[in-house]
Each structure stands twice: as C-alpha cells, then as structure tokens.
C-alpha cells in the first residue's frame, strides 16, 4: 500500500488535534505539512458539547455547529478550512501500530504515514464495566459517551423512548451529572448511582456536593449514592431491564448510560517512550522523551509549574493550551529559539440543567463554602474556597458572571494569603473582587 509522508503528524482527532492545526496554520505552515490522522468520521469539534447540547430535546446542538474552535471564542474550522489550508485530515483511520524508531504510523486499513515530527493526540477512552468482569455488562442498551458515534447511539436510544421510560446513570462524575440532566431533559425518569459518599468527590467537598444533589432531587433525578453496581439484567431480547446494586436494590432501566472515568490511549506507544502518571511524560513544552515526538491534552503528563509537581489533566481547557504551547515549541526549536514554560492554572467547568461552574486552581487543604448552597435558593450563587499553608490555592463559583469567574481565576493564580476561613466565608465573592 502507498506510503504518505508528512513533515507534522497529529495522532488523534479531537479537541487538541483542531487547536494544534490552528497553530501550525498561524505559523504558516506550507500546504501539504500537516496532517490530521483521526479514529473519528469527522473533523475536530469541541467534545463537552456531547454530553451538553447534543443530547438536549431543545436547541440541540449538531455539527458543524461545534466544530474547534468555537468553544474558546475562536474561528470555527470547518472541513473547508483544512482543505484551504493544504493541512490533510485523515479521518476514519485507526492507527494500530506506531514505531518511533522508524517514524512509521500504520492504520488498521495498512496504509503507512510516516512523518518528521508527531504530535501524540490520542486523549482518553472510556472505563467499561466490562472491564470489571460486571455480570451482564454487555447487554444492549448500556451506553458510553466518548465520540460522536456513541452519542448518535445514545440519542438515537432517548428518541426511542416510550412514555415513562426509566434510564439509570452510572458514576456520579460530571459526565454522571452532565447525563443525568440531559436525560431528565428528555423526560425520562433518571437515576444517578455511585458508590462514593457524595458526587463529584475528586473536586466536590460534601458541602458542595450537598446542593448539586439537591437540586438533582428537585429536578426529579433519583440521587443513590454509596451504593455499587454489580450486575444487569437482561430482557429476551437482550437489552438491559434491571440494574442490581450490592445492597440488593433492583432499578428498572430502559436505558443505562455509564460514566465511570476514562483512561489515556498511550497503548501504541508502550515501550517506547517513558510514561508517568499513566500518560506520557513531557517536560514543559510537552516534549517527550523521544526526539522529535510531542504529547499533548489527556494523554500528557506534565510538569505543573505552579506546583512543582507533574501531573495529567482531563480538561478541555489543557487540551486545547497545551496542543498550542506544543505547536509554539516546535517552531521554535526549528528556529533556534525558546518559548516560555507552559505554566498552567488548572481550569474545569461543567453545565447541567442551569447550573453553570467553574473552578480554578488546586483542591488541596481546607475548604470553605461561601454564599447561598440552599439546593433551592433562585439565585444558587455559592463558591468555595480551598486553603492551603495560609492561602487561598483553589477557587470554585457556581453560577458566577464572567468578571467573577475572572477574579476567581485571579485569586488562584495569586494565591492571597487567608488564615481565617470564616472571615473567608463570610467575605465570599468580595475577597476574590479585591486581588
Ligand atoms: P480527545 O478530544 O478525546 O481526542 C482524541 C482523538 O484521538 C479522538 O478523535 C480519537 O478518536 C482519536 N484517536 C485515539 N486513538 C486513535 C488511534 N489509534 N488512531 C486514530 N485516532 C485515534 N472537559 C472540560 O473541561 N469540561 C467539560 O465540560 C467536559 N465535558 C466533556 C464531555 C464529554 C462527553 C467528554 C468525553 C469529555 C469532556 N471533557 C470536558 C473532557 C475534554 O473533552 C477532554 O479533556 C478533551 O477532549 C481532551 O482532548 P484530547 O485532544 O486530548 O482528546
């Protein structure tokens, strides 16, 4: 089979691949250097949208309505624009097989790409409780979200519904909160079961956690936390009828969608670059530790300067940075110059229902939350502030304007000194607005 050759490759089609593409046009790259090798049937789009507006009864959002890079403000990028710009989007080709060494990317299909310099863009997949060995795990009707494909299945699942349809939510994540309000959207009877104490645990403390739950429950979602999934049963059709828990609760389920966490696609490369973390190790240019190789978005682990540690980051918001901080690099070592280290503040979001957060910074040391956290207050405006040696390290805000997001953003960066966490409390939002 014919052999293409590209002096940039961007393994991976998603949200870093379409921002790494904006980057290499802006340097002017020359028609015919860049190439997009995506899994995926279509071009790069701004993956939150799936478990968003995708699967909303109103004002769905559809391609090429989100296409990268309109999440971030920026000039959508349509097919066209790969075209125009001479940067070649290969899309539906797995790649199986990659060989550093030799520089060759070999595709399901066994066409052969070879190229001067990768760029690793393979993000996440999806935990399956198949995975786990959960009995009746395979049946129909149990879905996942990660790609298009498996959205258009879920929607085409909630579409099929019939009057009183029950669908059970797997994980209480923010996919988990993100589904569950999607589906109660659609007016199915929705139940969101986890086996943590409270939602969202990895960002949420329980007084956070607290409200979301509560506004769940007032939306008519069914909240079970602490309690463990451990099998499925089937209809004769086999299409899953009924959720079993380990408590010996039974939920009835038409539709069951799991959202259990995602693990890094760095599988083709094992062997043959240094990992950390479970991802690929870079330095602050997300630099691997082959030549000419780059890793960038969830498969990337990277050195958080702010920190002064290493870690990976699931967010679209590092996504798209990283993959230009990545293309930035690369110009430059070509040039001969230097670029400044990627020194990122860490920034997550979730929407559900009309609910809005954001957070900022790092969710480490003691907590304080500000505001009105009453599940049913109108205006749910709270935030939350994390404490660490004296100062205020993360930032959380539900429901906040864009200047208050800004602030909150800012006292992350700064890092204000705060030793009273009451008068913290009781400061809220006019803290943040005084950095
Ligand atoms: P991806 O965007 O996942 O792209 C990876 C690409 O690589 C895909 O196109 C895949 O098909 C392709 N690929 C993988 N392996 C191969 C191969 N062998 N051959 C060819 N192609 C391959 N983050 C937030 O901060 N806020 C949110 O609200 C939010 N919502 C989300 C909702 C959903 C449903 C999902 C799934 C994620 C969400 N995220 C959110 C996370 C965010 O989307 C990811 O962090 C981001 O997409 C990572 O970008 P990436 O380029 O590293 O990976």
């Given at each position: ?20 593409a ?14 997009i ?18 699967l909303?009864?109103?004002?769905t ?21 790969y ?25 399901a299909?066994?066409?052969i790409?070879?190229?001067q ?8 997949t999806?935990?399956?409780?198949t ?12 879905f ?13 699942a ?26 109660r959207?659609n007016?199915?009877?929705v ?18 956690a ?11 979602v ?25 408590d010996g609760?039974?939920l ?30 870079t ?29 990976r980051?699931?967010h ?11 293309v ?20 997550f ?32 405006k ?16 539900e429901?906040?304007s ?15 000194p705060?030793?009273n966490l ?14």
């Amino acid at each position: 089979m014919a052999e293409k050759s590209f002096k940039y490759v961007i393994l991976g089609g998603g949200v870093s691949a379409g921002y790494a593409a904006r980057a290499f046009a802006k340097h002017g790259a020359k028609p015919g250097e860049v190439a997009i090798i995506s899994k995926e049937a279509v071009a790069p789009y701004e993956r939150p949208a799936l478990s968003k507006a995708y699967l909303f009864p109103e004002g769905t959002a559809r391609l090429p309505g989100f296409h990268v890079c309109v999440g971030s403000g920026g000039e959508r990028l349509l097919p066209e624009w790969y075209t125009e710009k001479g940067i070649s989007l290969i899309l539906s080709t797995e790649i199986v097989k990659a060989d550093l060494a030799s520089k060759t990317l070999t595709s399901a299909a066994g066409e052969i790409f070879k190229y001067q310099t990768l760029i690793i863009a393979t993000g996440s997949t999806v935990l399956r409780l198949t995975d786990f060995g959960t009995p009746g795990a395979d049946a129909k009707n149990i879905f996942y979200l990660r790609e298009i494909d498996e959205a258009d299945a879920l929607v085409a699942a909630i579409k099929a519904k019939k009057n009183g349809s029950k669908a059970v939510v797997v994980g209480g994540g923010y996919i988990g909160l993100e589904l569950s309000a999607a589906l109660r959207l659609n007016n199915i009877d929705v139940s969101m079961v986890f086996p943590e104490p409270w939602c969202m645990p990895r960002l949420f403390t329980a007084g956070i956690a607290a409200f979301y739950e509560g506004y769940y429950t007032n939306k008519g979602v069914n909240v079970i936390n602490g309690a463990l999934v451990v099998g499925f049963e089937t209809n004769e059709n086999g299409e899953v009828k009924n959720v079993k828990l380990k408590d010996g609760r039974v939920l009835e389920a038409d539709i069951v969608v799991v959202g259990v966490g995602a693990k890094p696609l760095t599988q083709l490369f094992k062997g043959q670059i240094e990992e950390d973390k479970g991802g690929i190790k870079t330095d602050a240019f997300f630099k691997t530790s082959v030549p000419d190789v780059y890793a960038v978005g969830d498969v990337a682990t990277f050195p958080m300067k702010m920190y002064g540690d290493i870690r990976r980051v699931e967010h679209v918001d590092h996504a798209r940075k990283s993959a230009e901080q990545a293309v930035e690099a690369i110009y430059a070592s070509e040039e001969g110059k230097s670029v400044g280290e990627y020194d990122y503040l860490p920034f997550f979001y979730s929407r559900s229902f009309d609910l809005s957060w954001q957070f900022y910074g790092d969710n480490v040391g003691e907590s304080v939350v500000f505001g009105d956290s009453s599940p049913a207050s109108p205006s749910h405006k709270f935030g939350a502030y994390w404490v660490k040696d004296g100062k205020v390290v993360g930032a959380f805000l539900e429901s906040g304007s864009p200047e208050e997001n800004k602030a909150l953003a800012k006292v992350a960066k700064v890092q204000p000194p705060a030793d009273n966490l009451d008068k913290l409390a009781t400061e809220g939002l006019t803290f943040a607005s005084k950095i």
